[in-house]
Each structure stands twice: as structure tokens, then as C-alpha cells.
């Protein structure tokens, strides 16, 4: 063989060795088989399972694979620490791994003992920090939650503990069943509110990991959530220095959600929250910029419809109001601002109207549906737009929007108890249309 022959053999063979070995620092190796197989080669090798159960439609899902899953970091401690497998949870011959480690939506990251039990679960985007301290502590270089606990129940006013004992309580309440899950939401419950309190006397709450804390624990009561509320409002500047405008968008989400709850009920104080968007939260709403409309404005048409529609059932005034609204909103209207119009005129007079008022709603839900990220909003849109049209007895159309309903609950595979409610609903709704055609 000649020199020249055999260098470019070399250079053939390197060729072709590099993609493997590029492709084992790039990031986490999946094992290629079914969940058992997995977890048989998980238990052969000594180490945890993890599972990422993943949909093909789903946006979140696929930036981890493309963003997160492909970092040297993550690829480095997952590939070293854990068998790991991806997992298509909506397959039919997944739907019952995934039932029973509780996914529900996506993506759902599961690390999974040797025996099968459910170590850790976690439902949602994570970055790669996230995802490489819950897989520390998955395989006990972190300390887990309950022996965190112990340590909190020996020195109950250390801060540190208790902070740490927060940020991995909504993961750790994911793995809990029955009698176990109620005791430990209780016991989050009470740490939340105190170390809330002792915090908030000093400042000390204002920083990234408290403000997670509260997002992924506070709600659960009005009164608390309002006193964050003017905490945050009242420190906002600092706020946004430690997180950025989320710290905006928390204040501004629950004023309109007190608005909200004011307004259903037909209650005028939802005006005093409104008045509170050009004075007292001023700052907060100015984060959000809209080309055609302020936030002031577009707030007192949309929460002024819903109060005209809920407290005096005045349909003509709503659909004034809401079309104001909308237009005012122009292009920054998103799919769910024309599906809350329908939706609310639905529940609020649904035996009130009008063959306008239907093809109205109509009209909205057909701009919603096509953009609609959210699959059981669509589904819902759906039957709404079949809805109208059988009470405008156009009984072909309402079949054609109440099939595609079902249609689209095929997807909801890993969602057996909600899917199993809804295709009833839609069946029962096509045996109307079927009674009334004869």
C-alpha cells in the first residue's frame, strides 16, 4: 500500500470515528427499548431510571431535547449517574407507564429507582441547573427532602433549610399518594406561610429562588396572595433588579384575577382593582406594550363587558364592549382573548341568545381555534362553535365541529379520565343532533 493510500485510510477511518465520539460529549445518550427494558438494564447496571415521557406535539418538549438533553454538562452526569429513555407517553403501549407515574401533562421528567418506584417527578420545562441538581439529588449527592426535612424539624428557625425545603417541595409532592400526600401538604402549607412572614420583615424575600418559591407555592389564599401582592408592588424596583419584569407580571396577574372574581359575581368593587392600574400599579402595567391600546384602557373595556354580561345579563352592551376590546387589542389579540369572549358570553346568558349573539361567538372561536396552543381550550372552542350552530340548526356543521372535537381528544391518551369525560360529552352531544334531525 502507498503512502498516500494509506493516509487517506487514516483519514476515512477518522472521519469516520468522529461523529461517535462527538455525539457521546454532546449530550444525554438515550437507551433505545421499551420502559421494561429499560428499567431491567437500570437495575443490571446499579443505577436510577430516567424517563423523559415527552408528546410529539409538544412545544416544551422538544427545546429540552434540542437545547437542554444536547448540553457536554447534562450529557456528562446523566450518562455517567442513569440509565435514560424518552419516552412517547401518548403511544397506546406507553399509556399505562404513564398513568401510573401520574403524567398528565408535558414534558414530565421522571427519575425512577431500580424497583420501579418513582424517586422524583417533575412536570414542566427545566433548564439545565434545574435538571442537573434534581438528578443530584435523585442519586443522593443533594440531600433528598425528607431527610431535609429532619434537619428542619432539629433547628426550625435556619431560613436556609427552610428555603431549600420549599424550592424541592412541589417535586417531592409529585411522588406523594394518598394519606402521605395530604400530611406533607400540610406541612408545606404551614412552613410556606411562616417563612414567608419572617422574610418579608427584613427584605430578605426579595431574590430569584424566593420568587419561585412563591410562584410554584402561594394562591392557595386570597388573603396571603394580597398581602405578596402589595409586597412585591410595594418593592417592585428591587423586585425586578433581583428577577426582571415576572416580578410585574405577578402583580398584574392577580389584580386582574381579583377583577375577574369580582366581576363574575357582580360585585362594582372590581372598579376600585381597576382604578389601581393607573395609580397604585402603574408601574407594574406599564411592562406591557401594546401597539394600539393601554392596559388602562383595555382593561376597563374587557372587565367592563364581563361586568355588564354577569351583573345585568346585558348581552347587546357586552358584545359592544368585548368587540371594543378586541379591536383594540388588534394584533396583539391572542387566541385565548377571542375564546374568553366566547366562553364567558356562553356562560354568562347562554339561554339569552340570539341568532347574532351565535354567530358572533362563532366568529371569534373560528379566529381562536386554528392558533390555539392549548389542547383541551381547542377541544373546548370546538364544541362551543357545534354548540351555537345546533342551537342556529345547522345540525351538518354542528356535526362537523363536534367530530373534529373528538378528533382532537385522540390525542389525550395519557389523559385517560378527562378524555374518557369528554368523548361522552361529544357522543351524547351527536346523538342530540341525531334525535333532532329525525
Known amino acids: 500500500m502507498t503512502q498516500l493510500k494509506q493516509y487517506l485510510l487514516a483519514l476515512i ?98 427519575f425512577i429507582d431500580t424497583e420501579g418506584k418513582a424517586i422524583a417527578i417533575n412536570v414542566g420545562f427545566m433548564n439545565a441547573d434545574e435538571l442537573i441538581e434534581m438528578a443530584r439529588t435523585a442519586v443522593g449527592e443533594l440531600i433528598s427532602f425528607e431527610d431535609l426535612y429532619q434537619q428542619h424539624r432539629k433547628s426550625p428557625n435556619d431560613l436556609t433549610i427552610q428555603q431549600e425545603l420549599l424550592t424541592q417541595a412541589p417535586r417531592f409532592l409529585t411522588t406523594q399518594d394518598g394519606m402521605d400526600a395530604e400530611k ?20 430578605s424575600l426579595i431574590n430569584r429562588k424566593d420568587y419561585m418559591i412563591i ?28 428577577v426582571g419584569e415576572p416580578a410585574a407580571y405577578y402583580v398584574i396577574e392577580k389584580n386582574d384575577d381579583r377583577m375577574e372574581e ?71 389579540a391572542l387566541p385565548g382573548d377571542y375564546g374568553k369572549a366566547a366562553q364567558s358570553l356562553y356562560y354568562a346568558a347562554g339561554g339569552k341568545l340570539k341568532e347574532a349573539d351565535h354567530k358572533q361567538a362563532i366568529a371569534w372561536l373560528e ?37 373534529q372535537a373528538y378528533a382532537e381528544s385522540l390525542q389525550m391518551a395519557s389523559m385517560e379520565q378527562a378524555q374518557q369525560m369528554i368523548q361522552a360529552s361529544v357522543v351524547y352531544k351527536l346523538s342530540t343532533l341525531e334525535l333532532l334531525q329525525q
Open 215 to 242: 410562584s410554584s407555592l402561594g394562591g392557595d389564599d386570597a388573603d396571603e396572595t394580597a398581602k405578596i401582592v402589595e409586597y412585591i408592588n410595594a418593592n417592585l424596583d428591587a423586585w425586578i433588579a433581583a
Open 262 to 332: 369580582l366581576v363574575k359575581k357582580g360585585d362594582a368593587r372590581y372598579k376600585d382593582y381597576l382604578e389601581k392600574i393607573r395609580t397604585d400599579y402603574k408601574k407594574a402595567y406599564d411592562v406591557i406594550k401594546f401597539k394600539q391600546v393601554t392596559p388602562y384602557q383595555k382593561s376597563v373595556d374587557y372587565f367592563g363587558a364581563l361586568y355588564a354580561i354577569y351583573k345585568d345579563k346585558d348581552v347587546p352592551r357586552y358584545m359592544d364592549m368585548m368587540g371594543k376590546y378586541l379591536s383594540g387589542l388588534g394584533e396583539d
Open 184 to 203: 406533607w401538604v400540610v406541612r408545606v402549607r404551614k412552613l410556606y406561610r411562616s417563612y414567608i412572614a419572617e422574610k418579608m420583615k427584613d427584605n
Open 13 to 110: 477511518l477518522l472521519l469516520v470515528a468522529l461523529p461517535a465520539r462527538a455525539q457521546e460529549g454532546e449530550g444525554i445518550r438515550f437507551f433505545k427499548g421499551t420502559f421494561e427494558e429499560a428499567l431491567k438494564e437500570a437495575k443490571k447496571q446499579g443505577k436510577p431510571l430516567f424517563v423523559d415521557f415527552y408528546a410529539t406535539w409538544c412545544g416544551p418538549c422538544k427545546k429540552m431535547e434540542k437545547t437542554i438533553f444536547t448540553q457536554p454538562q447534562v450529557g456528562k452526569l446523566f450518562n455517567e449517574k442513569f440509565v435514560s429513555l424518552q419516552m412517547d407517553a401518548e403511544k397506546p403501549e406507553n399509556v399505562e407507564t404513564a398513568k401510573k407515574y401520574k403524567v398528565d401533562a408535558f414534558p414530565t421528567l421522571g
Open 367 to 403: 379566529k381562536a381555534i386554528p392558533a390555539e396552543p392549548v389542547l383541551m381550550n381547542k377541544i373546548n372552542y370546538l364544541v362551543m362553535v357545534g354548540d351555537s350552530y345546533k342551537e342556529l340548526k345547522n345540525y351538518a356543521e354542528a356535526k362537523k365541529y363536534y367530530n
